[in-house]
């Protein structure tokens, strides 16, 4: 059931984007966050859209990987894309029926807030894709590591979140051994309506809860019998470098903030006829 849910797997293969340098990709992911909300084009979304799928390429990661990531938001993409088509306001009326009013500029407001959540998804199951826990936790700590000079637990936090990243896949393995269980004595998780199904589902929370803390509570001991404290100076065993590799990412960064930026100035004279369809405003 759960199978196809990516975020926090690493692809191990060798590739371009593999070996950047994971503090690179963390930049690189909150520019391209950035570039997404500052778009107000279609052009600008598509031109996100074709650097993700060049990235995607050079990670040499099954594209139906990426896509699956986006499984898990399908309810927040049509939820939000439905409150935006029928309480958008425009001035091109399409349907009325009482209180609510479809508007042309409601449907096309609608379609560019599904296409930036879409790739905003897809570039984070890129990274997690593309890297390791260990090295996302590397990465980050050194990015933060600013931070240590006013008694911000760095350290403290890069391991939370490397070891939260690191039991997303065993907790999913976990849920679906539990399903195939409750299955072989009887459960029915597909059939009746949508209170029947979260009924069935409470018998599968209570396990994987009970098996959650269960591996928190062996992970703990085992620190404790390592004599592991985050208080300690640690060093490294592999040294965070910017390489050849890390100044042609920047490059490709750097043209795609210039070319969102220029496309939003200049969007309707390219093709004036359709610009009020292409431009958000």
């Not at 949508?194 to 959650?212: E, W």
């Not at 100044?247 to 610009?275: H, K, N, Q, S, T």
């Amino acid at each position: 059931m759960l199978n196809d849910v990516t975020f926090g797997q690493f692809y191990p293969v060798k590739s371009f984007v593999h070996n950047l340098d994971p503090r690179f990709k963390l930049l690189c992911l909150i520019a391209f966050i950035v570039m997404l909300f500052v778009a107000d084009s279609f052009y600008a979304l598509a031109l996100c859209a074709l650097l993700l799928f060049i990235a995607i390429i050079a990670a040499r990661v099954p594209f139906g990987s990426v896509l699956r990531s986006v499984k898990g938001i399908i309810f927040l993409l049509l939820f939000t894309s439905a409150l935006n088509i029928f309480f958008h306001k425009g001035e091109n009326l399409l349907w009325h029926w009482g209180i609510i009013n479809v508007y042309t500029e409601g449907l096309i407001f609608a379609a560019f807030l599904m296409i930036r959540l879409f790739l905003i998804v897809m570039c984070s199951a890129l990274l997690t894709l593309t890297t390791t826990p260990v090295s996302l936790t590397d990465g980050l700590e050194s990015l933060l590591y600013p931070l240590t000079l006013i008694k911000i637990p760095v350290h403290a936090f890069a391991l939370i979140m490397s070891i939260a990243l690191r039991f997303i896949p065993t907790l999913i393995d976990e849920t679906n051994r539990i399903i195939s269980a409750q299955k072989a004595r009887g459960s029915d998780f597909e059939s009746g309506n949508i209170f029947k199904r979260i009924k069935a589902i409470v018998p599968v929370l209570i396990p994987l809860l009970i098996s959650a803390f269960r591996r928190a509570e062996e992970l703990g001991d085992a620190m404790d019998a390592r004599c592991y404290g985050s208080g300690a100076k640690r060093t490294k065993y592999k040294k965070l470098r910017f390489t050849w590799r890390d100044a042609i990412g920047l490059l490709f960064a750097g043209a795609l903030i210039a070319g969102v930026i220029l496309l939003d100035m200049y969007a309707a004279e390219i093709y004036p006829a359709i610009a009020p369809y292409m431009v958000i405003s």
